[in-house]
């Protein structure tokens, strides 16, 4: 009995098709990543994905916008597009606490709180569901 339950849980992870075990694929796109902040002392690097198939989001407005600093009256706001792989960059943010929003269609997602701007490259990964 106990290799019966072996077999079931196998076949619900992989699938089976025709008695074959089958490996669902993750994903069916590859993001190239890593080149994009060469050179820059401080960047931003955001991969924007479809929440239920990981697939990439192309032009998602992203906002940026800095908490206000004690002598600033205007806070800083940086606007970037997602390009065809979803991937968008910010180079050099000034440093801060930010809120970020970023758009497709109707849908949306917001977090605030984010600290940018120091040395290295800050990676955020967002899942959006369209």
Do not use: N, W
């Amino acid at each position: 009995m106990r290799s019966s339950a072996a077999v079931l849980a196998v076949v619900a992870t992989f699938g089976c098709v025709a008695g074959e075990i089958q490996r669902e694929p993750l994903h069916d796109t590859i993001s190239l990543l890593s080149p994009r902040c060469a050179g820059a002392g401080s960047c931003v690097l955001g991969h924007v994905t479809e929440a239920g198939t990981a697939a990439p989001i192309a032009e998602a407005a992203v906002f940026l916008e800095r908490e206000l600093e004690p002598d600033e009256s205007e806070p800083v706001r940086i606007l970037a597009l997602t390009d065809e792989q979803g991937v968008f960059v910010v180079g050099e943010p000034p440093p801060g606490s930010y809120r970020i929003a970023i758009y497709k269609d109707a849908s949306s997602v917001e977090v605030m709180g984010v600290e940018l701007g120091r040395e290295g490259t800050t990676m955020l990964p967002v899942r959006l569901a369209l």
